[in-house]
């Protein structure tokens, strides 16, 4: 058996399979989204077996985007674990073919409760899709399994379904990458997306006058190894940048560069940011203006230039 072949012959099943699921996604699932995020409480995911799996992944997923999630097994609700969800929650429910057993037992119990009830499900026609107020459709004509029996497609189907539901409800919430770190404090994911520019900056900045003669320029560029330097004028205001761009350019264009000063060549003005700003919205503005440094200013109101930073410093931090 050629596994690289049989391989790709189940991406391509299982691709298929999700563009029909795809397909099938209709006004659903704007109830969906709008119940969950005006939800007073939180919402309740219940699962059993290999959905239960895909319903931990998708409350993890949730939890950590702003919607109040958890997830519970529904063969551990009825034996206490209801007590966890109450009248004010949204329950979702999750089984491909609608009939465990598990999950029904749960229906009435979490009504009685009082909290709302949807379901995500492979049988629209299914007892469970009955007694749900929403489904959420991901039926599938075939599982990659041979067999057609391990749980392949169908599951593959529910966690691209949980994850659409995740991104909705993070547009909804006009979830931001601010937001994203509060929940993230640890690790490196967390460490970048809770830097501010401040703690990367360099103070020590490459600095000359209007006046200063070509080759100091170059020296100045060169010594402060940050690939360029501001130009201030008498009353030491920063008023243009000299880039090494700028310096390749200018011996290409003059020929007599010896007697040029940086007032010659420099660009007026520059890209800024200020010291508060989040080192994720640094880089954001370098790649949006295609350069690879920013001056630094004391706040967002104010011109005066407290330190340099550079792609490289946001890399290397990163």
Do not use: W
């Not at 529904?74 to 206490?80: R, S, T």
């Not at 949006?288 to 630094?296: D, G, K, M, S």
């Amino acid at each position: 058996m050629d596994c690289k072949e049989r391989s790709r012959q189940i991406f391509a099943l299982e691709i298929e399979e999700l563009k029909k699921v795809a397909e099938h996604i209709g006004d659903e699932m704007n109830e969906v989204v709008e119940l969950i995020y005006q939800c007073k409480g939180k919402l309740v995911i219940l699962g059993i077996g290999k959905t239960g799996i895909v319903g931990h992944k998708i409350a993890a997923s949730l939890a950590s985007t702003g919607t109040s999630a958890i997830f519970i097994n529904a063969a551990e609700a009825i034996h206490g674990d209801l007590g966890m969800v109450g009248k004010d929650d949204v329950a979702m429910l999750i089984s491909h073919s609608g009939r465990s057993s598990e999950i029904l037992n749960v229906i009435t119990p979490l009504k009685n409760i009082g909290c709302r009830v949807i379901a995500m499900t492979g049988n629209p026609q299914s007892p469970l899709a009955r007694e749900a107020e929403l489904v959420l459709h991901v039926d599938i004509e075939r599982e990659a399994c041979p067999l057609g029996l391990a749980p392949t497609t169908s599951t593959t189907a529910a966690m691209l379904m949980g994850d659409a539901l995740m991104v909705c409800l993070m547009e909804r919430r006009n979830f931001k990458a601010e937001n994203f770190a509060l929940y993230h404090p640890g690790g490196a994911l967390g460490r970048q997306l809770l830097a501010r520019v401040k703690d990367q900056m360099c103070t020590d900045i490459p600095k000359v006058l209007e006046t200063t003669p070509f080759k100091d320029v170059i020296y100045t560029v060169s010594d402060k190894r940050k690939g360029m330097t501001l130009v201030y004028n008498e009353q030491d205001k920063a008023v243009g940048i000299i880039t090494d761009g700028d310096i390749r350019r200018t011996i290409q264009r003059f020929d007599n560069i010896k007697q040029l000063c940086a007032k010659d060549f420099m660009t007026q003005g520059f890209k800024y940011i200020h010291k508060d700003a989040l080192l994720t919205e640094a880089l954001e503005l370098m790649d949006v203006n295609n350069i690879t440094n920013l001056a630094v200013t004391e706040s967002k109101n104010s011109d005066f230039v407290v330190g340099i930073i550079t792609i490289h410093d946001i890399i290397d931090f990163r």
